[in-house]
């Protein structure tokens, strides 16, 4: 086949307003470490919305092209490419990648932390009129950078998991890699039930927690949460008093052994502090803002807390996350956190249906029309 010099793309122009369908240019020369990849799957992460409506936004990087959750079909490579084990990567190749890294900056080779590299290369951080043009999602195809961490991709494993893992599902196993491990019997709270509570709530469940609580709202989500593996679901509505007193009466009194934030709301801190037991740990995971509402720092000491932060992930999230799937595919019905695919030109629908927390995860195909 002949390489596309060109690819079709749902384009941010401005934020809040529909993406425009665009041609945009591909790379003249894939690079030795580089591929082409046809996107078999994109599926819409909240960060993608959150970008798309401008509450975050990049100075001077529009126009952008939204998706950082994708897999796909390799159709060119730049020599050399070989997968994050080593493997080679070859024209038919299905694949999955995290973001990039640069390998040369202080986080990349003295903390050895990519997610804290300077130079990280995330799909979306890469204006769609200057090379490479087309690293992110909503496009047909999609350059894949010689510094983007690739993964051959095991059959077992369905392109909306494989796309799901690229961001959502490797962010909350690094958040319950950073949590210690879950003790079996436990009582673990998720505030939050988007995409990532709902999927924290069944990798609490799975992993042995003794009771697992979901906090969230609206209610199709906390009932969602239920059959991922929640024993009990509380509604913000009621407010912060109502949800810490309902999550101690389901503990005994005790609270939970283990609080994760997918949530970001400003009361996630004083709530979690407040529902966590003694000796206790909370991960924060959701807070994306630069405001949250004050917490005790009395009750931190007075119950000796561990509070830990925890970052996106890095390939190692991402392969666990892949590995994941592929070890439980019956355990929860994953399918039901997507919504049917359509084509590129239909994904601004999809942004606005999800902004509206219509869907909790739109999947974009395209290779439909
Ligand atoms: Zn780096
Ligand atoms: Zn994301």
């Not at 609270?255 to 994760?260: E, I, K, P, S, Y």
Request: hydrophobic share 45%; with cysteine; charged share 20%.
């Amino acid at each position: 086949m002949t390489i596309p010099t060109s690819t079709r793309a749902a384009v941010l122009t401005a934020h809040g307003e529909a993406l425009a369908m665009r041609d945009v240019p591909l790379p003249a020369a894939i690079e030795p470490g580089a591929a082409l990849v046809r996107i078999a799957c994109t599926t819409l992460c909240g960060t993608d919305i959150e970008i798309w409506s401008g509450k975050m936004s990049f100075p001077g990087m529009l126009p952008m092209i939204l998706g950082h959750e994708m897999v796909g079909e390799v159709v060119a490579v730049g020599g050399d490419t070989t997968d994050a084990l080593g493997r080679s990567i070859a024209v038919g190749d299905r694949i999955g990648w995290s973001e990039s890294t640069c390998g040369e900056c202080f986080a990349c080779t003295v903390l050895r932390e990519p997610v804290a590299c300077s130079r990280r290369g995330y799909g979306f951080l890469q204006r769609s009129d200057v090379p490479p043009y087309a690293t992110a999602g909503l496009v047909e195809y999609c350059y894949v950078t010689p510094g983007a961490a690739k993964l051959l991709l095991p059959t077992e494993v369905k392109d909306t998991w494989a796309a799901m893992a690229g961001c959502a599902a490797k962010t909350v196993l690094r958040a319950f890699g950073r949590a210690g491990p879950v003790r079996p019997g436990s009582r673990v709270v998720v505030q939050g039930s988007g995409a990532l509570g709902i999927f924290a709530t069944a990798v609490a469940r799975i992993s042995g927690a003794g009771t697992v609580i979901s906090v969230g709202a609206p209610a199709d989500r906390l009932t969602m949460a239920q059959r991922f593996g929640a024993d009990a679901a509380i509604d913000i509505a009621g407010g912060s008093e109502a949800t810490i007193a309902r999550v101690l009466e389901l503990t005994d009194g005790q609270g939970a052994d283990l609080v994760l934030d997918f949530a970001g709301a400003p009361s996630v801190g004083p709530e979690a502090v407040a529902m966590t037991a003694q000796r206790g740990t909370i991960v924060i995971v959701g807070s994306t803002g630069p405001v949250g509402d004050p917490i005790a720092l009395g009750t931190v000491m007075g119950k000796e807390l561990t509070i830990v932060g925890s970052l996106n992930g890095d390939i190692s999230d991402y392969y666990r996350a892949i590995e994941f799937f592929r070890a439980f595919p019956e355990r929860m019905p994953w399918d039901d956190l997507f919504s049917e695919a359509v084509g590129l030109s239909s994904a601004s629908e999809k942004v606005a249906a999800m902004s509206r927390l219509h869907e909790i995860k739109a999947v974009i195909d395209p290779r439909l029309p």
